[in-house]
């Protein structure tokens, strides 16, 4: 649907990201990499987790008015206007934006959600979880980029294996980066489609 949006940027070498950490004094959460669970576990208990997943996507795209395309496309023709836009440690607005605060801005501005401000609450939010190969513009991806195996960063998925989000100061803010690339498959956690949860105005959306 959005692979008109693939060839606007080109995509720069990876860098590490610094200062994306959320800054809620809310108390970390191990979060467990699918990929490494999927090795050291059970590969059928991986896989019925998998089925699960896609189960209660399937519920929810019965049981509301899933508006997500029209909503996905109003957030990322939004973002890619914001690139280039500076990164700013805790900023929220268009003079500067961390990685859940430019995620934050776009979901509050064009969809009327309003998304728990740091990273390891919004990994948390009561929304569908999204299997790798089922992304979907406008998906929320989140990453460990502190090798600690907790959740440090955070992106919304453009199509085409691409994602748009604000990096770091030294990578130049807002972007879009190649989720195939090798440090950001090595770093993904998972995805969530927030949007599932979108369709009434002004809806908040609390962590678990």
Request: charged residues 20%; proline residues 5%.
């Amino acid at each position: 649907m959005l692979k008109r949006f693939a060839p606007l940027v080109p995509l720069a070498l990876v860098t590490l990201l610094f200062g994306c950490a959320a800054h809620s004094p809310v108390s970390q959460q191990q979060v467990t990499n699918p990929v490494t669970a999927q090795v050291a576990g059970n590969p059928s208990s991986v896989l019925q987790e998998e089925l699960m997943t896609e189960k209660e996507l399937a519920e929810f795209s019965n049981s509301k008015p899933y508006q997500l395309p029209a909503l996905a496309d109003s957030i990322l023709e939004r973002g890619m206007s914001l690139i280039g836009t500076r990164y700013r440690m805790g900023g929220t607005s268009e003079a500067g934006f961390d990685c859940s605060g430019f995620i934050g801005y776009l979901f509050r501005e064009e969809a009327g959600m309003n998304l728990p401000r740091s990273t390891r609450e919004m990994i948390n939010v009561n929304a569908p979880l999204v299997a790798r190969n089922n992304l979907k513009p406008g998906d929320l991806l989140f990453f460990s980029t502190n090798g600690r195996g907790r959740v440090s960063h955070a992106g919304i998925y453009l199509g085409d294996d691409q994602f748009i989000h604000s990096s770091s100061r030294r990578s130049g803010g807002v972007r879009i980066d190649n989720l195939g690339d090798r440090y950001w498959s090595k770093t993904f956690i998972e995805a969530k489609r927030a949007l599932a949860m979108a369709p009434a105005s002004g809806t908040v959306i609390s962590s678990k």
